[in-house]
C-alpha cells in the first residue's frame, strides 16, 4: 500500500459502526461520501466560536467568519486552478450549480429552436434542468450516444453541432459506469464553433485531478459530500466572462448593490449569485476536506482507488453470472453489474444484511439505464478509506448472493 490505510480509516469514525451486528463495509461513496472527523471538527469549531452571518458586519465574529468563508473560496479557486476566486460561486451543491446555469445563462442565451447537447450518460441532475429550460424556451435537447462498453460515442459530436448549438454539457464522469469522458475533445469540437461547454464533474473530483484552466471548460460543477466533505455545499466554477454577462440566479441580500422599489443593481462576482446567508459552516468543513485529501496526496489516492478498482473488477469477473455495465478503458473506481437475472433490489437487501452498503435501481440516470436494457443495477463505488480485505468480503457476499437468490 502506498498510503497507511488504517491511520486513513482511524479518520473517519463511522467505518466503526456495525450493521445487523457486522462490521459496515461502505461501497456507496459515489452517492456520498463519509467525512473525516477533522471535517466534523471544522464544522464544530465554527458553531462553537466563530459563527456569525458574513458580509455584513464590522465587529469581530463577522469580519472572523466572512475571512474564513472567502479563504475557503480562494482554497477551491487553487484546488480546481481557476483564474479567480471570484470564478468559484458557492451553491448548495452540483444540481444547484447546473440549475443555475441553466436558468441564468441559459435563460438569456438559449432561444426557439436553439439546441443543447447532452449525453446518454447524464445524471438527472445534468438532464432535468435543461429539459425544463427546454420545455421553457422551445429548444430542443441533443444526446451523444454511449456504446456497449460504455464509452461516449464522441465521434458523433461534430455532425450534432450545428448553428442552432448553444451549450454542450456533460458528465466529466459517469455515475454509473464510471466512464471517464474525453472532455478534452469535446471542449475542443465545440470551441471550435464557439459553443461553451458545462461539465457536471461531480463524479469526478473525488478520483480525478481537476484543472479547469488546463480542461478550458467554460463552467464546471461540483459537491463537497461527494469529496468527503459535508453535504448542502456545492461550486460552480464559471469562466469570468460568462459570469460577468449572466443575469442573476436568486434575488435576495447580499446579491444586490443598490436597491430601490425603482430599480435594483447587482453586486460584483460573486456575490450577485450567492443571494442569502450562505452555508458558512459547510463552506468552511468542505474547506477541510479539500486539505484534508490535499495532505493525503491526491496521486496517491488516485492510485490507490485503481488497484481497489482492478482487484474488485477482476474478482467479480471470476463469477460467471456477473455482468459488469461500463467497461471503458479510462474509468474511475465505480463499478455497476447485476448478477445473472437477480433482480438489483432484491441483492441489495442481501448485501445489507451482510453489512455491506451498496446502491441498486436507476442510480438517477433512466436513460442509462434503459439503453442497457435492465431495470437496473447494483452499484459498488469505492473511495479512499475501503481496503482489499472489505473487497475479499463483497466478493463473498456477492457469492453468497447468488446461492441463496439465483
Ligand atoms: N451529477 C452526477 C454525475 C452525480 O453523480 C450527482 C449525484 O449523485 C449529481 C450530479 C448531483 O449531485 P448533488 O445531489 O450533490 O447535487
Redesign the pocket.
Known amino acids: 500500500m502506498s498510503f497507511d490505510i488504517l491511520h486513513i480509516r482511524h479518520d473517519f469514525p463511522i467505518l466503526d459502526v456495525t450493521v445487523h451486528d457486522k462490521q459496515l463495509i461502505y461501497f456507496d461513496n ?2 456520498t461520501t463519509h467525512k473525516p472527523r477533522q471535517v466534523v471538527d471544522r464544522i464544530v469549531a465554527y458553531y462553537k466560536k466563530e459563527n456569525c452571518n458574513i458580509h455584513r458586519g464590522v465587529h469581530y465574529l463577522s469580519t472572523m467568519a466572512t475571512g474564513a468563508y472567502e479563504n475557503a473560496r480562494k482554497t477551491v479557486k487553487d484546488f480546481i486552478n481557476a483564474e479567480h476566486p471570484h470564478e468559484v460561486i458557492f451553491t ?5 450549480a ?1 440549475n443555475l446555469v441553466a436558468q441564468t445563462f441559459g435563460r438569456k442565451n438559449i432561444h426557439q429552436g436553439d439546441e443543447i447537447i447532452l449525453s446518454e450518460m447524464e ?1 438527472h ?2 438532464l432535468v434542468p435543461w429539459q425544463m429550460l427546454a420545455e421553457q424556451k422551445g429548444a430542443v435537447l441533443k444526446v451523444i450516444p454511449v456504446d456497449e462498453q460504455g464509452e461516449l460515442e464522441v465521434q458523433h459530436l461534430k455532425s450534432m453541432i450545428t448553428h442552432r448549438t448553444k451549450l454542450v454539457a456533460l ?1 466529466h ?3 454509473v459506469l464510471g466512464t471517464i469522458n474525453p472532455v478534452h475533445r469535446v471542449i475542443t469540437l465545440a470551441h471550435e464553433q464557439g459553443i461553451p461547454v458545462l461539465l ?1 464533474g ?2 469526478a473530483v473525488p478520483h480525478l485531478e481537476v484543472d479547469v484552466k488546463e480542461l478550458n471548460c467554460d463552467f464546471y ?1 461540483f ?1 463537497a ?2 469529496l468527503y466533505g459535508p453535504m448542502g455545499v ?1 461550486v460552480l466554477y464559471g469562466k469570468e466572462k460568462y459570469l460577468e454577462e449572466m443575469p442573476p440566479y436568486q434575488g435576495g441580500g447580499e446579491m444586490v448593490d443598490q436597491v430601490t422599489f425603482q430599480k435594483t443593481t447587482y453586486n460584483k462576482l460573486p456575490y450577485k449569485f450567492e443571494a442569502g446567508t450562505p452555508n458558512v459552516s459547510g463552506v468552511l468543513g468542505f474547506e477541510a476536506a479539500l486539505k484534508y485529501i490535499l495532505d493525503l496526496d491526491l496521486k496517491k489516492i488516485h492510485a490507490y482507488e485503481r488497484e481497489l478498482l482492478d482487484y474488485t473488477t477482476l474478482e467479480l469477473l471470476k463469477m460467471d453470472a456477473v455482468k459488469i455495465f461500463g467497461n471503458a478503458e479510462n474509468k474511475t473506481a465505480v463499478i455497476s453489474y447485476n448478477i445473472g437475472k437477480i433482480h438489483p433490489y432484491d441483492a441489495g437487501t442481501i448485501y445489507d444484511k451482510l453489512g455491506i452498503a451498496v446502491r441498486t435501481g436507476h442510480h ?1 440516470a433512466q436513460p442509462l439505464i434503459d439503453r442497457f436494457g435492465v431495470p437496473g443495477m447494483i452499484r459498488a463505488s469505492l473511495g479512499l478509506y475501503n481496503t482489499i480485505e472489505e473487497i475479499d468480503r463483497f466478493i463473498e457476499a456477492t457469492r453468497q448472493v447468488r446461492r441463496m437468490l439465483a
Open positions: 459515489a452517492a448548495k451543491g452540483a444540481t444547484e447546473i445524471h441532475s445534468n458528465a464522469v459517469s455515475n457536471d461531480a463524479q460543477a459537491s459530500h461527494k456545492g438517477c
